[in-house]
């Protein structure tokens, strides 16, 4: 089983570029979730969705990032325009449904995108 | 609010036993283990339930005490790849909260020969 792949893996940037990050979560994983670590601090949640609907969206930082998940598959992540401190590592995770009986959510990471703007 | 790890970083040699902590201030629903190597994917290792309930690999264990928030992962017999720096998610879930987790600092484990 394939896991959860992200694109690039690295990508340079000059402030006020705009940048668009991939997400292909674990095929038939109906949850994708966005997280971040910035340099030196701990990973911070961003938002999450299911299938193609975003079920939490407070930790996004600001309205320069949009998520979309079109179709309930891939997610993309634009940073529009980027400033400095949105240099960082973006994650994607992915987890199954809810399962019967106690509810648990079990996340697969994927390699992260190193974002560094100048 | 984050949840606070410790140690910060843990050096052993091989074969000897560690044990990381997460503490929350917050009544949690869950509680998830990674580990991750430099430049990789977090790996999952465990996962742990308000009720007791909990998956992970088989060579992991861990503990969650709901009374006090707290955590600890357990690893015995360590071997080199145990090296990397490892994480707590909590989640308190609710609402639209479930698979919110919200991460420790880490814990930078090495292990030596």
Not at chain 1, 14 to 27: A, F, H, M, N
Request: proline share 4%; with cysteine.
């Amino acid at each position: 089983e394939a896991g959860v792949t992200q694109f690039p893996s690295h990508s340079v940037i000059e402030k006020g570029q705009t940048v668009t990050l991939r997400c292909d979560p674990i095929s038939g994983h109906d949850n994708l979730y966005w997280y971040r670590r910035v340099m030196g601090k701990e990973i911070k949640f961003l938002l999450h969705f299911v299938k193609e609907s975003k079920q939490d969206e407070s930790g996004m930082p600001n309205n320069r990032f949009l998520a979309e998940r079109t179709g309930g598959t891939y997610s993309t992540l634009k940073v529009q325009p980027a400033e400095l401190e949105d240099s960082g590592v973006y994650f994607c995770a992915s987890s199954k449904g809810k399962l019967a009986g106690p509810i648990y959510y079990e996340q697969y990471f994927g390699p992260g995108t190193r974002l560094t703007v100048t | 609010q984050q949840p606070v790890q410790s140690p910060q970083a843990v050096i052993l040699r091989e074969g000897e036993d560690a044990v990381i902590n997460c503490s929350s201030s917050k009544a949690l629903y869950s509680v998830h283990w990674y580990r991750q190597k430099h430049g990789e994917a977090p790996v999952f290792l465990m996962i742990l339930l308000k009720g007791g309930e909990q998956k992970g690999h088989e060579k992991i264990s861990a503990s969650f005490n709901e009374k006090k928030q707290q955590s600890s992962l357990y690893l015995t017999a360590s071997q080199l790849s145990y090296s990397g720096t490892y994480f707590c998610g909590t989640e308190i879930g609710g609402g639209t909260s479930y698979g919110k987790l919200t991460f420790g600092q880490g814990t930078i484990l090495t292990v030596h020969p």
